[in-house]
Each structure stands twice: as C-alpha cells, then as structure tokens.
C-alpha cells in the first residue's frame, strides 16, 4: 500500500473539526498559564495533567477518538482497534493533544501543537522549560501536525 497523504489529512482535521483545533489551542494556553512560576519554569507533567482536564471539562475530550476515527477515514484504511479516549489513542501532550492510531501497512500520529517550548525565557534570563501559547494569528493549519510511520 502507498503512503498517507498526510496533508490532505491535516487538512482535513482542520476543516472538520475547528472547534476542536481552537479547544485545545484555548486549554493548553490556559494550562500553560496555570503551571508555569514565575521564574518562567513550566513543569511538562503538569501540563499534561491540565490539558488533559481543561479538555475535559469543556466536553472535548471524548470528541477525540471520533476526530481520530476521521482521520484514519481520511487514509482510506482501517483501525486494528475501536479507539478510546485514552493512551495510545488519545494522550495529552506538553504542547496538546497527540491521536494515534495503528492501521494495516503503518501508524497515523495527529498532533495537536498548540504550545511551542521554550529552552530559555524571552526575556534572556533563567533557563529550563518554558510553554508558551503560539500566536493567535498562527493558523489552524500550522498547529496541527500530521505523521505517517510505515
């Protein structure tokens, strides 16, 4: 079998399920903020934990496995498991979301980057992780990234 077009598959997240893109892009900035001292440090585990129950609580959460399931229909194949809104299909990341679903021939990952890291503070001073929301101006498209693995 050939490879996935990944950009039609991007894309058509995208179109799809904006709601969902601009959820995640609202709760990471949120979750960033909630964790992040003042010192400019963010703790990634915590991140994770946020994002995963801001997404909750604004009811996307369990959208995720029916945009996944999307965007394995958009690959024209077929999932080896029906998809749960839970690791390895569904998982929080430190910049958003990542959807994984392994299918005959090879693995589709769908992430959502809706927070850039950081290795030191804008301001020059301190060092370690800092998340910080990418631009609102920053279209859909670039915060959704879309990996085939054959």
Not at 1 to 15: G, H, I, N, P, Q
Not at 18 to 44: F, H, I, M, S
Request: charged fraction near 25%.
């Amino acid at each position: 079998m050939t490879d996935v077009d990944t950009s039609a598959v991007r894309d058509s997240l995208v179109e799809s399920h904006p709601g969902v893109v601009d959820a995640v892009r609202t709760c990471a900035a949120a979750a960033a903020a909630a964790v992040t001292t003042d010192a400019g440090r963010t703790d990634t585990s915590a991140v994770r934990r946020e994002i995963e129950s801001r997404l909750r609580s604004a009811g996307v959460w369990g959208e995720l496995p029916s945009v996944l399931a999307d965007c394995v229909e958009r690959t024209g194949r077929r999932f080896r498991a029906t998809p749960v809104a839970a690791p390895p299909y569904v998982a929080p990341t430190a910049t958003g979301v990542v959807l994984r679903a392994t299918l005959d021939g090879g693995r589709l990952v769908v992430a959502v980057d809706a927070l850039s890291i950081e290795r030191e503070r804008a301001d020059g001073t301190g060092t370690g992780v800092e998340l910080r929301p990418r631009p609102p101006e920053t279209p859909r498209a670039d915060l959704v990234r879309v990996e085939w693995r054959s």
